[in-house]
């Protein structure tokens, strides 16, 4: 920042950063910094208006980051750090652009590095990866970060997000290099997906009856149906047409069991239960009573794992059964009050 003139008021002072700069500064009210689309890797000039947002800035330069300040009287060269402490009577904070790959707290700097890896110069381990090739490593951090939350090790949580992060961002990066999709088209098909699914929150819709899980479950049908439209055509593929679709049936069975019947439950759709004598009020209980079922099912000669699974496609065919039903009479499954959903699961056995 240093040889600069001390221009006489600050509009004369961005005049010159603008020579210093001729690509442009992005030129921020501190009163509208917005941490999702501060960007580090051009020059930025902070109005000051209200007093910044600092942790936002610490977190995006280092202390020592030189900075400069602008009034009435002209610039003043400063650092980041100095300048929080004392701002004095400046009406702008210049910040010059940091190098593409310094901006370490930015998600952009992420898919940068994830393209980096992959460049003709980069990793040859990674330029040798394949969606296929990446699988394990995909299911092996998912995994790790669930220990890491299981264990409450928000400093673990931290290294095993990033590193499923990283996952995704490989996988973009590939896609790019296909030409099938990048890292924003799978944000724009995420963002679009979260705002039609919450028109409560973006629309200022009221939920129907205040039941939110049956209006999250018409939003997923009427998209099934406009996807199925959209596609056209007798050789079509067929959107999903069941509350069980995208239950993968290659999760582990007791996982797959708790999502089916999530999913089922959404839509009032609870099927009756083993009239059990056993009050289960507290997890640990809970857990003793799957282990010592499963010690019975191994005794008697059974596997666990795949009676459930069993059990889980009765579920499904059954759900499926009552799907059509519903069809049949030209209703929607979220439509049936607790009473007739029963009713209509008895008929259905």
């Known amino acids: 920042m240093k040889g600069a003139s001390p221009p006489s008021d600050p509009l004369r002072a961005l005049e010159s950063l603008l020579l210093r700069w001729p690509s442009g500064v992005d030129v921020v009210p501190a009163s509208a ?3 999702h689309t501060f960007a580090t890797i051009r020059p930025v000039a902070i109005v000051l208006d209200a007093v910044p947002d600092w942790s936002l800035l610490r977190s995006r330069y280092p202390a020592d980051q030189p900075v400069a300040l ?6 003043r060269d400063s650092t980041l750090g100095d300048a929080e402490r004392e701002l004095g009577r400046a009406r702008f904070l210049v910040l010059p652009p940091l190098e593409p790959f ?15 890896l992959r460049a003709p110069n980069g990793c ?3 330029r040798e990866q394949t969606h296929a090739s990446l699988r394990p490593h995909l299911l092996e951090e998912a995994y790790e970060a669930l220990a890491a939350l299981d264990a409450g090790d928000v400093s673990r949580q931290r290294d095993e997000l990033g590193d499923l992060l990283l996952q995704i961002a490989l996988h973009a990066q590939l896609g790019r290099e296909e030409g099938t999709y990048d890292i924003g088209a799978i944000a724009r098909k995420l963002n679009e997906k979260l705002i039609r699914r919450h028109p409560h929150v973006f629309a200022g819709q009221e939920i129907p ?3 939110l899980l049956a209006q999250w479950e018409r939003i997923k049908r009427d998209e099934r149906l406009e996807g199925a439209t959209r596609a056209g055509g007798p050789e079509a593929p067929q959107a999903p047409r069941s509350i069980l679709d995208g ?15 999530e999913r089922a439950a959404r839509v009032r759709l609870v099927p009756p239960r083993l009239d059990l004598p056993l009050d289960i009020d507290d997890e640990d209980f809970l857990g003793d009573l799957l282990f010592d079922v499963v010690a019975v ?20 065919a059954h759900v499926e059964r009552v799907e059509t039903r519903a069809r049949e009479a030209g209703r929607p499954l979220e439509s049936y009050p607790p009473d007739e959903m029963k009713r209509l699961w008895d008929q259905t056995a």
């Open 297 to 316: 099912a191994r005794e008697a000669g059974f596997d666990a794992e795949t009676a459930l699974r069993a059990a889980n496609e009765r579920f499904a």
């Open 247 to 261: 239950v993968p049936r290659e999760l582990p069975a007791l996982f797959a069991a708790e999502r089916m019947q």
């Open 102 to 116: 310094a901006d370490l707290a930015s998600l952009a700097t992420v898919t940068r590095i994830a393209e980096r």
């Open 70 to 75: 602008l009034d009435g009287e002209g610039e």
């Open 209 to 211: 009856h205040g039941d």
């Open 124 to 126: 040859p381990w990674d």
């Open 33 to 35: 910094l917005d941490r």
